[in-house]
């Protein structure tokens, strides 16, 4: 994430807040008004006073359509309302599945008298920040900047055309309360104060993009810095990075991969297995239905966050895929399917596409669904399966785990216990009984949700796991996902960002674009089928005709005059998911590898150029950026395999190719009755039913070779470096 500058606003919100503080609290502030009525009578809709979310689709905005604030969705209706009354906006963000953001709503939204100073001195508008990522980002980009943190549930307050001058996170009611009281006050009585730090803010968000000032050479020495940073932060007792809380680091531990693989130092590796070690045996780890936690809230990974986001279960289980790729380590392997077999179970639709996320609450209460005490498991459990499990697990009287049940336990695999001890007979009928029992207890709401990124970013890793473990259902799961998309959030051309209720909405943002033109990359080299090729080509045009910044290069998040924003924001550090300009300047030389047009390749480099001076100063915030950058130095091969379909030779060097960890590559096949489309299979021929391999850098190309054996070494070549 770039620098936020926040010593530009504090002194102004300080001025603010010292200001309202001398306001006097007049005896009617904050009196109930009239309650809304049940029903709706004939008056414009324009100027009805209700809570409009009850037209909504996205379950966060549902699960706030009973509240008795007459809240606004984001848009035109909500900004003309605050322009006509001359009302300040108050908006809130947040999603389904966020924790406090329950807590706020049941505390104050759900609250009358916080309504009545709503319903009664603000417009409210209320945004799924999974729905409008732009809005979102644009608005923690200010609250970072006047806070110095940022966090869900977010809350802003800002003028009728848009511009904020307060903000924060989780406020409790009382204090809501009084900030609504004295933010009221001051729209009334210190105009110029609001003006002044709008004002400020206005700046702040006009000030340049993420854009780089000036030349940075890119080589392999970012990559040294970026080991080197890494290293300093690395924890070398409980894997990861930093202290608690600590995010799953899935695009830091793939750069190390790739560090690791073109120097041959053990050292990277060493990180990367360490972390994904401790994640796998920790309680960030659902140990008995699979797939993993949002973060763990202490540094051994042993108590999470109990959110399940699509998004994570992605990526995770790529970096897991690409560990098991380089070692063929068993463990790295399970993890994996676990994680896919969750999707697959819980969070894929009928229809194909993948669902959201799963809340970390249940019963009321955060993780309760996922937690045992000793007194539950000794009435499922004989006495020698109790005793077993408490061994394996860690399950004591007392517990790890604070909750309204004293004495609960998250399961975390014991260090003298190897992993293999999950796949024995006894603890595979321990955890058949458990996993029957929990799935009697009331289950954690599930966000139903299709967005086409993170389906682009789920329907990539299914694809990649087809390829790496050859399970059909991971490949089927990957071509329904991508065909859902197609049928549903592709209109004209252009990309939907949510699909929910039969109706597709919202424009898509560059993440839509980037992350499924990904997916659909890496879906060919699964199937081969062409059809998904000539796709992400088409929407890689669309994606440069919306998003492209001509004059400095690199892709806005949004469409010009998306969603009401103000400004255009350009991004080029990593989030939670990988940073989409990052991933679209992979892709971009991916379909360079495979079609040889310039205009891919020049597109990537001004994007790696525009990210070059900060990746140089700070490369550990631009991991995604640095695998796009290992792939654009390292010797990237274009490989192209034709033999006939039925061809047993030809399935052994597919396999070969698709299980080794090779990451900078391009793979192709046509069988020699086909004709392709793609540049890479030009000219490539094979006789008397032999399969081939042509293995080629920049098109130009080794002598084909039918021996496995050889076209490995070939593949293999790659260009070094040392970390010394």
């Known amino acids: 994430m770039r620098s936020l500058k926040p010593k530009i606003l504090f ?42 979310l009850i037209h909504e689709k996205s379950p966060y905005l549902l699960q706030h359509a009973g509240n008795p604030i007459y809240w606004y969705p984001w848009g035109e209706d909500a900004f003309n309302a605050a322009l006509a009354e001359n009302r300040p906006i108050f908006l809130s963000i947040g999603y389904s599945t966020c924790h406090w953001c329950h807590v706020l709503e049941k505390e104050s939204f759900e609250n009358q008298e916080v309504a009545d100073l709503l319903n009664e001195n603000f417009i409210s508008i209320k945004v799924d920040r999974e729905e409008l990522p732009d809005v979102d980002r644009m608005y923690m980009s200010v609250v970072q900047a006047m806070t110095g943190s940022g966090g869900w549930p977010m809350t802003v307050v800002m003028t009728p055309d848009r511009q904020p001058f307060f903000g924060g996170t989780y406020f409790p009611k009382d204090e ?20 002044a730090v709008g004002k400020k803010i206005q700046e702040f968000l006009q000030s340049p993009n993420e854009i780089a000032s000036g030349a940075v050479v ?57 972390t994904l070690d401790h994640m796998a045996r920790g309680g960030i780890y659902d140990h008995l239905g699979g797939g993993f936690h949002r973060y763990s809230t202490d540094r051994t990974w042993l108590a999470p966050h109990f959110e399940k986001m699509l998004y994570s279960q992605a990526g995770l289980s790529s970096i897991y895929l690409e560990a098991f790729q380089r070692t063929q380590n068993g463990m790295f392997e399970s993890v994996a399917r676990e994680t896919l077999d969750y999707v697959l179970r819980e969070m894929t639709a009928p229809e194909g596409g993948f669902y959201s996320a799963l809340d970390a609450d249940s019963e009321g209460e955060e993780g309760v669904f996922y937690v045992w005490s000793a007194r539950q498991l000794k009435k499922i459990l004989s006495s020698g399966e109790y005793k077993k499990v408490s061994k394996v697990y860690g399950v004591t009287a007392a517990g790890n785990f604070k909750s309204r049940d004293k004495g609960t336990n998250i399961f975390q695999l014991q260090k003298n216990f190897a992993w293999d001890i999950k796949s024995s007979a006894a603890m595979q009928s321990i955890h058949k009984k458990l996993f029957a029992v929990r799935e009697k207890r009331e289950h954690p709401f599930k966000d139903d949700k299709i967005i086409t990124a993170w389906n682009g970013l789920m329907l990539n890793s299914m694809a990649q796991a087809y390829q790496v ?12 996902a991508a065909q859902f998309i197609k049928n549903n959030l592709s209109q004209n051309g252009k990309l939907r960002r949510r699909f929910r209720g039969q109706e597709a909405r919202h424009p898509g943002g560059l993440d839509d674009y980037a992350y499924l033109i990904q997916g659909l990359i890496t879906l060919y080299e699964a199937d081969f089928d062409e059809s998904w090729i000539l796709w992400a080509e088409n929407l890689q045009k669309k994606q440069d005709e919306l998003f492209w910044d001509l004059e400095e290069g690199g892709y806005f998040l949004s469409e010009k005059n998306a969603n009401f924003l103000p400004i255009r924001k350009k991004e080029f550090s990593d989030g939670a998911r990988p940073n989409s300009n990052a991933v679209a300047a992979l892709n971009l030389l991916r379909l360079y590898n495979l079609t040889f047009e310039e205009k891919y390749i020049f597109k990537a480099r001004k994007i790696l150029s525009a990210a070059g001076d900060m990746m140089d100063r700070f490369p550990a915030g631009f991991s995604q950026m640095l695998i796009a950058l290992d792939f654009y130095l390292d010797r990237s091969k274009e490989i192209a395999v034709v033999g006939p379909t039925g061809s047993l030779a030809k399935d052994a060097i597919l396999k070969m190719l698709h299980t080794r960890f090779i990451p900078n590559k391009v793979l192709a096949y046509a069988s020699p009755k086909t004709t392709s489309r793609l540049t890479i299979l030009k000219d490539k021929y094979t006789e008397k039913g032999q399969t081939v391999v042509y293995v080629c850098e920049k098109n130009v190309c080794k002598y084909p070779t039918g021996d496995i054996d050889k076209a490995l070494e070939l593949v293999e070549n790659r260009k070094r470096y040392s970390l010394n």
Not at 178 to 195: G, V
Not at 234 to 256: C, N, R
């Open 176 to 195: 809501l309360i009084k900030i609504l009281t004295a933010l009221h006050l001051a729209w009334n009585d210190r105009p110029e104060k609001i003006a």
């Open 218 to 274: 890119l080589n392999e020495e970012i990559l040294k810095k970026y080991y080197q940073q890494l290293s300093q932060r690395f924890d070398s007792e409980y894997g990861g990075f930093g202290i608690a809380p600590k995010f799953p680091p899935t695009m830091q531990l793939k750069v190390l991969l790739r560090i690791a693989r073109r120097t041959g130092d053990k050292k990277p590796w060493v990180m990367v297995k360490s």
């Open 11 to 52: 002194p102004l919100i300080l001025i603010l807040l010292l200001g309202i503080l001398f306001f006097r609290v007049f005896p009617e502030a904050g009196q109930s008004m009239e309650r809304m009525p049940r029903k709706i009578d004939a008056i414009p809709v324009s100027s009805k006073k209700y809570n409009r």
């Open 469 to 480: 473990l050859g399970d059909q259902r991971y490949l089927d799961a990957a071509q329904n």
